[in-house]
């Protein structure tokens, strides 16, 4: 299995939910609404869920081994920094444009 494309969809600055991925595996295979969320004690990512009828959340998917699921999680939060550097440098250029102005 290879993770042939990470897509951050959204980043949100409020709460504990930091951002919202989707993932393909090998060209063949999306999976939507990974979500990037910050932990009492470092971030992590929870796969897609729904509330069953007992008010349980439950996976729609999920990595079967745990090292699956390391390596999802780490190549998913280093695509999350990557994306957060590239906005952070935009807006620094930005903000260094409007002050040469």
Request: aromatic share 2%; hydrophobic share 45%; no cysteine.
């Amino acid at each position: 299995m290879e993770i042939t494309d990470i897509k951050i969809r959204r980043i949100i600055t409020e709460g504990r939910l930091r951002a919202v991925v989707s993932v393909t595996i090998d060209d063949m295979l999306a999976v939507h609404d990974i979500k990037v969320v910050q932990g009492d004690e470092r971030l992590f990512v929870a796969m897609p869920s729904r509330k069953d009828e007992n008010g349980v959340f439950r996976d729609i998917v999920h990595p079967i081994s745990s090292e699956a699921r390391k390596m999802m999680e780490e190549q998913i939060l280093e695509t999350y920094h990557r994306h957060l550097a590239l906005m952070e440098a935009e807006a620094q250029e930005e903000a260094m444009q409007e002050s040469a102005s």
